[in-house]
Nanobody, 124 residues
């Protein structure tokens, strides 16, 4: 079993930055593909970014490329999402997810473990 706890969300003005963290506990975290998703009110959960177990490969949604950076620190069992140049459309509940096939990283249904989410709000 893997437990994921997100933190770092908050309210930030447009153009600002936030860094989300996802702390994982449980077995074999270091071997898991990790991902970030987000869900805005009334919308489906959407893929944001993913990273392989060793950090060698990353993938991003087009909407965040060049603004967001995913990274992981295996020694701390933690994955990060650095978010820069935030826009009002980035407002959502952000979820950390674990354990998916790299071929399916953009699909929420591919992940076996989820955190509870952390809210990010960027006022317009």
């Amino acid at each position: 079993q893997v437990r994921l706890v997100e933190s770092g969300g908050g309210l930030v003005q447009a153009g600002g930055s936030l860094r989300l963290s996802c702390a994982a506990s449980g077995r074999t975290f270091s071997t898991y593909v990790m991902g970030w998703f987000r869900q805005a009110p009334g919308k489906e959960r959407e893929f944001v970014a993913a990273i392989t177990w060793n950090g060698g490969n990353t993938d991003y949604a087009d909407s965040v490329k060049g603004r967001f950076t995913i990274s992981r620190e295996s020694a701390k069992n933690t994955v990060y999402l650095q978010m820069n140049s935030l826009k009002p459309e980035d407002t959502a509940l952000y979820y950390c997810a674990a354990d998916a096939s790299w071929l399916l990283v953009s699909r929420a249904s591919a992940y076996n473990y989820w955190g509870q989410g952390t809210q990010v709000t960027v006022p317009s």
